[in-house]
T-cell receptor, first 114, second 113 residues
Framework: DGGITQSPKYLFRKEGQNVTLSCEQN?????MYWYRQDPGQGLRLIYY???????QKGDIAEGYSVSREKKESFPLTVTSAQKNPTAFYLC?????????????FGSGTQLSVL | AQSVSQHNHHVILSEAASLELGCNYS??????LFWYVQYPGQHLQLLLK??????LVKGIKGFEAEFIKSKFSFNLRKPSVQWSDTAEYFC???????????FGAGTRLAVHP
């Protein structure tokens, strides 16, 4: 089945540790996004990528890094510089085209700090 | 900068009550507007969207939303809610290059039988 797969579902990070969240899609979508969901704040855009080898910072990119070496994959690294990493992270992708038809969301990764 | 405001963070209704969730955005140009819903334990899914044309759009499950350009609003409505509508609702907007979808803070709706 086509879709977006995020892994792991739950992730724990120790202080000062970098962790990487995986996002893979087999929908042949060019654009991919990472959002962070906090209670009472909705979804906030961390990074997005329109094509392979290109990505742009979203509204809260500090403390995060991404790569887009393959069309199917858009991993997010939460670095030790991110002081408040506990949140629910959602990856999304968008079908090709000029307008923003519905985004396809993954099932999310809950990151917690030990 | 673009932003989306949802006025109610928590709404509690009884079944059969009418629902209206407010959404205002700040952007003066052409926008695309969306409402997403997240049921407990499930993915976000699209409820309805507005790109152009009739400002009253119909979505799934009896929801509708009205785009009022002069008020920068896109309020979500349902005449009669059901217990199964209990979920979190997010308003979102894109503009310009359509590459960034900006979400509101969300409204948690609880419907009591």
């Amino acid at each position: 089945d086509g879709g977006i797969t995020q892994s792991p579902k739950y992730l724990f990070r120790k202080e000062g540790q970098n962790v990487t969240l995986s996002c893979e899609q087999n929908l042949n979508h060019d654009a991919m996004y990472w959002y962070r969901q906090d209670p009472g704040q909705g979804l906030r855009l961390i990074y997005y990528s329109q094509i392979v080898n290109d990505f742009q910072k979203g509204d809260i990119a500090e403390g995060y890094s991404v790569s887009r070496e393959k069309k199917e994959s858009f991993p997010l690294t939460v670095t030790s510089a991110q002081k408040n990493p506990t949140a629910f992270y959602l990856c999304a992708s968008r079908p090709p085209g000029q307008t923003n038809e519905k985004l396809f969301f993954g099932s999310g990764t809950q990151l917690s700090v030990l | 900068a673009q932003s989306v405001s949802q006025h109610n963070h928590h709404v509690i209704l009884s079944e059969a009550a009418s629902l209206e969730l407010g959404c205002n955005y700040s952007y003066g140009g052409t926008v695309n507007l969306f409402w997403y819903v997240q049921y407990p334990g499930q993915h976000l899914q699209l409820l309805l969207k507005y790109f152009s044309g009739d400002p009253l759009v119909k979505g799934i499950k009896g929801f509708e939303a009205e785009f009022i350009k002069s008020k920068f609003s896109f309020n979500l409505r349902k005449p009669s809610v059901q217990w199964s509508d209990t979920a979190e609702y997010f308003c979102a907007v894109t503009s310009g290059g359509y590459n960034k979808l900006i979400f509101g803070a969300g409204t948690r709706l609880a419907v009591h039988p």
